[in-house]
């Protein structure tokens, strides 16, 4: 598996999270999701890529919008020293060291708590 994929696979996961949010509101909500990623961003963007991953990530919004989440995709600069992106990369690297991705909680939770 390529980074770009590896992550994308984590944007697939964080429309996943979204999707899990029970909330009582019935007001529209946002999810934002920062992505260093250029090649998805632009994948994103051109209605002609068809690929797994990228409609995957087009299905799961559309899903959401339809339960009132507006779905956020913002471009962030790499290295530039943001803990959470650094830990993402990281985690995104070793993905493709793996012919299997294993989600680990505890890797979660500590990718989680640096953007706080």
Request: hydrophobic share 25%; charged share 35%.
């Amino acid at each position: 598996m390529y980074v770009y994929q590896a992550e994308q696979m984590a944007i697939v996961k964080a429309t996943e999270a979204t999707d899990n949010i029970h909330d009582t509101d019935s007001r529209r909500r946002t999810a934002t999701i920062y992505t260093d990623s250029t090649v998805t961003v632009q994948s994103l963007k051109n209605h002609r890529n068809h690929k797994n991953i990228t409609e995957e990530i087009r299905k799961k919004s559309t899903e959401l919008e339809r339960r009132e989440w507006t779905i956020k995709l913002t471009r962030i600069k790499a290295h530039a020293g943001n803990r959470g992106n650094e830990t993402a990369d990281n985690l995104a690297k070793e993905a493709t060291k793996n012919k299997e991705i294993m989600y680990s909680t505890t890797k979660y939770r500590k990718a989680k708590q640096y953007n706080k």
